[in-house]
T-cell receptor
Protein backbone atom coordinates (compact mmCIF):
# COMPACT_ATOMS: atom_id res chain seq x y z
CA UNK A 1 0.00 0.00 0.00
CA UNK A 2 0.89 3.65 -0.10
CA UNK A 3 3.37 4.85 2.49
CA UNK A 4 5.52 7.78 3.59
CA UNK A 5 9.01 7.59 5.04
CA UNK A 6 10.68 10.60 6.60
CA UNK A 7 13.99 11.03 8.30
CA UNK A 8 14.26 10.18 11.94
CA UNK A 9 14.77 12.97 14.39
CA UNK A 10 15.38 14.84 16.41
CA UNK A 11 17.02 17.45 14.25
CA UNK A 12 18.89 20.05 16.29
CA UNK A 13 20.02 23.27 14.61
CA UNK A 14 21.26 26.70 15.53
CA UNK A 15 19.28 29.74 14.51
CA UNK A 16 19.84 30.78 10.88
CA UNK A 17 21.06 27.32 9.86
CA UNK A 18 19.81 25.59 6.73
CA UNK A 19 17.16 22.93 7.21
CA UNK A 20 16.43 19.82 5.19
CA UNK A 21 13.98 17.14 6.29
CA UNK A 22 13.86 14.23 3.88
CA UNK A 23 10.62 12.60 2.83
CA UNK A 24 10.08 9.81 0.32
CA UNK A 25 6.87 8.13 -0.63
CA UNK A 26 5.46 5.02 -2.22
CA UNK A 27 2.22 5.34 -4.13
CA UNK A 28 0.49 3.42 -6.88
CA UNK A 29 -1.43 6.39 -8.25
CA UNK A 30 -0.86 10.13 -8.50
CA UNK A 31 -0.87 11.44 -4.97
CA UNK A 32 -0.93 14.92 -3.53
CA UNK A 33 1.86 15.61 -1.06
CA UNK A 34 1.79 17.70 2.10
CA UNK A 35 3.89 18.96 4.95
CA UNK A 36 2.10 19.55 8.22
CA UNK A 37 3.60 21.19 11.30
CA UNK A 38 2.64 20.56 14.91
CA UNK A 39 3.73 23.12 17.50
CA UNK A 40 3.93 21.96 21.11
CA UNK A 41 0.51 21.27 22.59
CA UNK A 42 -1.34 22.05 19.38
CA UNK A 43 -2.96 20.24 16.49
CA UNK A 44 -1.49 19.86 13.03
CA UNK A 45 -1.42 22.80 10.65
CA UNK A 46 -0.95 22.56 6.92
CA UNK A 47 2.42 24.09 6.03
CA UNK A 48 2.51 23.51 2.28
CA UNK A 49 1.31 21.18 -0.42
CA UNK A 50 1.94 20.06 -4.01
CA UNK A 51 -0.57 18.27 -6.18
CA UNK A 52 1.46 17.13 -9.19
CA UNK A 53 5.00 16.37 -10.29
CA UNK A 54 7.43 19.31 -10.32
CA UNK A 55 5.06 21.49 -8.29
CA UNK A 56 6.79 23.49 -5.58
CA UNK A 57 4.90 24.24 -2.41
CA UNK A 58 6.05 27.15 -0.29
CA UNK A 59 4.98 28.94 2.87
CA UNK A 60 6.68 30.91 5.67
CA UNK A 61 10.09 30.43 4.05
CA UNK A 62 9.68 26.66 3.77
CA UNK A 63 9.74 24.95 0.38
CA UNK A 64 9.29 21.45 -0.98
CA UNK A 65 9.30 20.19 -4.56
CA UNK A 66 7.31 17.18 -5.73
CA UNK A 67 9.86 14.93 -7.43
CA UNK A 68 8.20 12.02 -9.17
CA UNK A 69 11.46 10.57 -10.51
CA UNK A 70 12.89 10.19 -7.00
CA UNK A 71 9.49 9.87 -5.24
CA UNK A 72 10.57 12.58 -2.82
CA UNK A 73 9.17 15.73 -1.21
CA UNK A 74 11.98 17.09 0.94
CA UNK A 75 11.28 20.08 3.16
CA UNK A 76 13.81 22.93 3.14
CA UNK A 77 14.27 26.30 4.75
CA UNK A 78 17.21 28.57 4.23
CA UNK A 79 17.39 30.11 7.69
CA UNK A 80 15.53 28.56 10.62
CA UNK A 81 14.29 30.47 13.64
CA UNK A 82 13.67 29.36 17.21
CA UNK A 83 9.96 29.69 16.48
CA UNK A 84 10.28 26.90 13.86
CA UNK A 85 10.82 24.35 16.62
CA UNK A 86 8.04 21.82 16.12
CA UNK A 87 7.25 18.37 14.78
CA UNK A 88 7.00 18.16 11.00
CA UNK A 89 4.93 15.52 9.24
CA UNK A 90 5.12 14.54 5.61
CA UNK A 91 1.85 13.14 4.27
CA UNK A 92 0.21 12.03 1.08
CA UNK A 93 -3.31 11.77 -0.21
CA UNK A 94 -3.49 8.86 -2.64
CA UNK A 95 -5.75 10.58 -5.15
CA UNK A 96 -5.22 14.20 -6.09
CA UNK A 97 -8.40 16.26 -6.34
CA UNK A 98 -10.53 13.57 -4.83
CA UNK A 99 -11.92 14.51 -1.46
CA UNK A 100 -12.80 12.05 1.24
CA UNK A 101 -9.52 10.17 1.17
CA UNK A 102 -7.60 9.88 4.41
CA UNK A 103 -4.06 11.15 4.59
CA UNK A 104 -1.15 8.78 5.05
CA UNK A 105 1.40 10.25 7.41
CA UNK A 106 5.07 9.73 8.05
CA UNK A 107 6.16 9.27 11.65
CA UNK A 108 7.15 12.89 12.11
CA UNK A 109 10.47 14.66 12.60
CA UNK A 110 11.13 16.80 15.64
CA UNK A 111 13.04 20.00 14.94
CA UNK A 112 14.67 21.91 17.76
CA UNK A 113 16.27 25.28 17.01
CA UNK A 114 18.45 27.03 19.56
CA UNK A 115 19.49 30.67 19.65
CA UNK B 1 -14.86 31.19 12.83
CA UNK B 2 -13.56 28.55 15.24
CA UNK B 3 -12.53 25.96 12.62
CA UNK B 4 -12.34 22.51 14.19
CA UNK B 5 -12.91 22.17 17.92
CA UNK B 6 -12.61 19.10 20.14
CA UNK B 7 -14.08 18.34 23.54
CA UNK B 8 -12.63 17.51 26.02
CA UNK B 9 -8.97 18.52 25.86
CA UNK B 10 -7.83 16.01 28.49
CA UNK B 11 -9.38 12.95 30.09
CA UNK B 12 -8.30 10.17 32.38
CA UNK B 13 -10.33 6.96 32.35
CA UNK B 14 -10.15 3.69 34.20
CA UNK B 15 -10.07 0.44 32.24
CA UNK B 16 -13.59 -0.51 31.23
CA UNK B 17 -15.09 2.96 31.41
CA UNK B 18 -16.74 4.55 28.42
CA UNK B 19 -16.58 8.03 26.99
CA UNK B 20 -17.39 10.07 23.89
CA UNK B 21 -15.11 12.56 22.21
CA UNK B 22 -16.84 15.36 20.34
CA UNK B 23 -15.55 17.05 17.21
CA UNK B 24 -17.27 20.07 15.72
CA UNK B 25 -16.47 22.08 12.60
CA UNK B 26 -18.01 25.30 11.36
CA UNK B 27 -16.64 25.25 7.81
CA UNK B 28 -19.53 23.26 6.31
CA UNK B 29 -17.08 20.53 5.37
CA UNK B 30 -18.43 17.27 4.04
CA UNK B 31 -15.64 15.00 5.19
CA UNK B 32 -14.46 14.33 8.71
CA UNK B 33 -11.82 12.06 10.20
CA UNK B 34 -10.63 10.70 13.52
CA UNK B 35 -6.92 9.93 13.94
CA UNK B 36 -4.85 8.78 16.85
CA UNK B 37 -1.28 9.88 17.42
CA UNK B 38 1.16 7.68 19.28
CA UNK B 39 4.87 8.29 19.86
CA UNK B 40 6.95 7.22 16.87
CA UNK B 41 3.87 6.14 14.94
CA UNK B 42 2.69 9.28 13.22
CA UNK B 43 -1.08 9.60 12.84
CA UNK B 44 -3.29 6.63 12.10
CA UNK B 45 -6.85 6.79 10.85
CA UNK B 46 -9.52 5.33 13.15
CA UNK B 47 -12.78 6.12 11.35
CA UNK B 48 -13.98 8.65 8.85
CA UNK B 49 -17.16 10.05 7.34
CA UNK B 50 -17.87 11.26 3.83
CA UNK B 51 -21.13 12.94 4.78
CA UNK B 52 -23.91 13.28 7.29
CA UNK B 53 -25.21 9.88 8.32
CA UNK B 54 -22.24 7.96 6.88
CA UNK B 55 -19.22 6.43 8.58
CA UNK B 56 -16.45 4.05 7.54
CA UNK B 57 -13.57 2.20 9.16
CA UNK B 58 -10.00 3.31 8.87
CA UNK B 59 -6.72 1.62 9.66
CA UNK B 60 -7.25 1.04 13.41
CA UNK B 61 -11.02 0.93 14.13
CA UNK B 62 -11.18 -1.80 16.78
CA UNK B 63 -12.55 -0.66 20.12
CA UNK B 64 -14.07 2.54 18.72
CA UNK B 65 -17.43 3.56 17.31
CA UNK B 66 -18.44 6.77 15.58
CA UNK B 67 -21.54 8.68 14.58
CA UNK B 68 -22.24 11.61 12.27
CA UNK B 69 -25.82 12.58 12.95
CA UNK B 70 -25.23 16.21 12.04
CA UNK B 71 -22.93 17.46 9.32
CA UNK B 72 -20.94 19.64 11.67
CA UNK B 73 -20.33 17.02 14.37
CA UNK B 74 -18.38 13.77 14.41
CA UNK B 75 -18.40 11.73 17.62
CA UNK B 76 -15.88 9.10 18.62
CA UNK B 77 -16.93 6.61 21.28
CA UNK B 78 -14.98 4.22 23.43
CA UNK B 79 -17.38 1.66 24.89
CA UNK B 80 -14.90 -0.09 27.18
CA UNK B 81 -11.60 1.74 27.41
CA UNK B 82 -8.32 -0.18 27.47
CA UNK B 83 -4.78 1.02 28.31
CA UNK B 84 -3.85 0.50 24.64
CA UNK B 85 -6.21 3.36 23.82
CA UNK B 86 -4.05 5.84 25.70
CA UNK B 87 -3.22 8.30 22.96
CA UNK B 88 -3.78 11.77 21.58
CA UNK B 89 -6.87 11.90 19.37
CA UNK B 90 -7.20 14.36 16.53
CA UNK B 91 -10.24 15.18 14.51
CA UNK B 92 -9.94 16.68 11.04
CA UNK B 93 -12.30 17.99 8.40
CA UNK B 94 -11.96 18.48 4.67
CA UNK B 95 -13.85 20.50 2.12
CA UNK B 96 -14.09 20.25 -1.63
CA UNK B 97 -13.03 22.30 -4.61
CA UNK B 98 -9.83 24.28 -4.11
CA UNK B 99 -9.28 22.75 -0.69
CA UNK B 100 -9.29 19.18 -1.93
CA UNK B 101 -7.21 16.93 0.29
CA UNK B 102 -6.45 19.77 2.73
CA UNK B 103 -7.45 18.58 6.15
CA UNK B 104 -8.00 21.00 9.00
CA UNK B 105 -7.17 19.61 12.41
CA UNK B 106 -8.56 20.24 15.85
CA UNK B 107 -6.29 20.83 18.87
CA UNK B 108 -6.51 17.22 20.04
CA UNK B 109 -7.75 15.28 23.06
CA UNK B 110 -5.18 13.67 25.30
CA UNK B 111 -6.65 10.49 26.75
CA UNK B 112 -5.05 8.34 29.42
CA UNK B 113 -6.52 4.96 30.31
CA UNK B 114 -5.32 3.52 33.61
Amino acid sequence: GDSVTQMEGPVTLSEEAFLTINCTYTATGYPSLFWYVQYPGEGLQLLLKATKADDKGSNKGFEATYRKETTSFHLEKGSVQVSDSAVYFCALSPYSNQAGTALIFGKGTTLSVSS
Amino acid sequence: NAGVTQTPKFRVLKTGQSMTLLCAQDMNHEYMYWYRQDPGMGLRLIHYSVGEGTTAKGEVPDGYNVSRLKKQNFLLGLESAAPSQTSVYFCASEGEGSSYNEQFFGPGTRLTVL
